[in-house]
């Protein structure tokens, strides 16, 4: 996911139904969507930062000779999915 460019992710892209479990009212939820769409440079910003993360816990080849690889290895694939997670909801 985060392996694609950020452009190719955000093509069409609706927001995360969880950005909404508050309100209630339909005009609440189109002034917060509209606002949260309003703020691209930070989320840019944030979107950004996660990716680097992101590609900076890439496996490495040079850990296979650490003891517990198999624990890291998942450890490390947990991370990322969840790291692909909160980069998913933002807008």
């Given at each position: 996911?985060?392996?694609?460019?950020?452009?190719?992710?955000?093509?069409?892209?609706?927001?995360?139904?969880?950005?909404?479990?508050?309100?209630?009212?339909?005009?609440?939820?189109?002034?917060?969507?509209?606002?949260?769409r309003?703020?691209?440079?930070?989320f840019?910003?944030?979107?950004?930062?996660?990716?680097?993360?992101?590609?900076?816990?890439?496996?490495?080849?040079?850990?296979?000779?650490?003891?517990?690889?198999?624990?890291?290895?998942?450890?490390?694939?947990?991370?990322?999915?969840?790291l692909?997670?909160?980069?998913?909801?933002?807008?």
């Amino acid at each position: 996911m985060l392996d694609q460019s950020v452009d190719d992710l955000d093509k069409g892209k609706t927001l995360d139904s969880r950005w909404f479990t508050e309100d209630k009212d339909t005009e609440a939820k189109e002034r917060l969507e509209q606002t949260l769409r309003n703020s691209t440079l930070q989320f840019r910003l944030l979107k950004k930062i996660l990716e680097e993360i992101f590609n900076e816990k890439r496996f490495k080849y040079a850990d296979l000779d650490k003891p517990n690889l198999e624990d890291r290895y998942i450890y490390l694939e947990g991370y990322r999915r969840a790291l692909q997670d909160i980069y998913r909801i933002l807008p």
